[in-house]
């Protein structure tokens, strides 16, 4: 039989235990947040140290699309565009500022900083990590990045029905972009309707999903006639 005091000394160690497992747990997590964000960071250095093209500068802005998830930098859709093209492409992120979850880097964000004086087309991608954000929110990110842009030539590319994405929400997604890319006056491309072939996450094309994608887009860039592009 074990004593009051054996008692009272056994239930101590058990809470500085479970303390320490807690605050291990919650440090862990948090660290791998702090690592998770920086490889994503990382790999999006990565793709922009990749300048493709000859010509005006285009200048991308996008998510893991951008980036070409999963596979090489030189496979991502971008390379297909025409112009010397420049890539700010971050994994998760989106219009909205809480899109991603390593904090605000919404696309009107980084165009700040990515854009230069010379820039003759912004192509801007992405929806697919705004599905679960609030309409009110996707539209406040869209038109922050248009006030950022000015009036410089945009195209925005809307989000390919990704089977890892509920089909619903990437069309109320592309409804949404479509509306506000015409309040804007700004060219729009929707890629629902787009067959991409994709990795096994079921989220990310592979090479030829992307290869599909980039001509899709340079098709319509073309197709705008931007000087020089």
Same mark, same amino acid.
């Given at each position: 039989?074990?004593?009051?005091?054996?008692?009272?000394?056994?239930?101590?160690?058990?809470?500085?235990?479970?303390?320490? #497992?807690? &605050? +291990?747990?919650?440090?862990?997590?948090?660290? %791998?947040?702090?690592?998770? /964000?920086?490889?994503?960071?990382?790999?999006?250095?990565?793709?922009?140290?990749?300048?493709?093209?000859?010509?005006?500068? $285009?200048? $991308?802005?996008?998510? &893991?699309? %951008?980036?070409?998830?999963?596979?090489?930098?030189?496979? &991502?859709?971008?390379?297909?565009?025409?112009?010397?093209?420049?890539?700010?492409?971050?994994? @998760?992120? @989106?219009?909205? #500022?809480?899109?991603?979850? /390593?904090?605000?880097?919404?696309?009107?964000?980084? %165009?700040?900083?990515? +854009?230069?004086?010379?820039? #003759?087309?912004?192509?801007?991608?992405?929806?697919?990590?705004?599905?679960?954000?609030?309409?009110?929110?996707? !539209? #406040?990110?869209?038109?922050?990045?248009?006030?950022?842009?000015?009036?410089? =030539?945009? +195209?925005?590319?809307? =989000?390919?029905?990704?089977?890892?994405?509920?089909?619903?929400?990437?069309?109320?997604?592309?409804?949404?972009?479509?509306?506000?890319?015409?309040?804007?006056?700004? =060219?729009?491309?929707? +890629?629902?309707?787009?067959?991409?072939?994709?990795?096994?996450?079921?989220?990310?094309?592979?090479?030829?999903?992307?290869?599909?994608?980039?001509? !899709?887009?340079?098709?319509?860039?073309?197709?705008?006639?931007? =000087?020089?592009?």
């Amino acid at each position: 039989m074990v004593g009051p005091g054996r008692r009272r000394v056994t239930l101590g160690v058990l809470a500085v235990v479970l303390t320490a #497992a807690v &605050s +291990l747990t919650v440090w862990a997590r948090a660290g %791998a947040r702090g690592d998770h /964000c920086g490889a994503v960071r990382e790999r999006a250095d990565a793709r922009a140290a990749l300048v493709t093209g000859s010509g005006p500068e $285009v200048l $991308v802005i996008g998510d &893991s699309y %951008a980036v070409g998830a999963g596979l090489r930098p030189d496979q &991502s859709w971008p390379v297909r565009l025409p112009g010397r093209v420049r890539v700010d492409g971050f994994s @998760g992120s @989106g219009f909205s #500022a809480a899109a991603s979850g /390593c904090g605000d880097v919404s696309y009107a964000v980084r %165009a700040r900083s990515a +854009l230069r004086p010379g820039t #003759a087309l912004v192509v801007v991608e992405g929806g697919l990590n705004d599905y679960d954000q609030p309409i009110a929110a996707l !539209a #406040a990110g869209f038109d922050r990045l248009m006030g950022v842009l000015e009036d410089r =030539p945009v +195209l925005v590319v809307g =989000p390919p029905p990704a089977p890892e994405r509920p089909a619903g929400t990437v069309r109320a997604v592309d409804a949404e972009l479509a509306r506000l890319a015409a309040a804007h006056a700004t =060219p729009y491309l929707s +890629l629902v309707g787009v067959e991409l072939t994709y990795q096994r996450d079921r989220l990310h094309p592979d090479a030829a999903g992307q290869r599909v994608f980039g001509e !899709a887009v340079a098709d319509r860039v073309r197709a705008l006639g931007v =000087p020089g592009v």
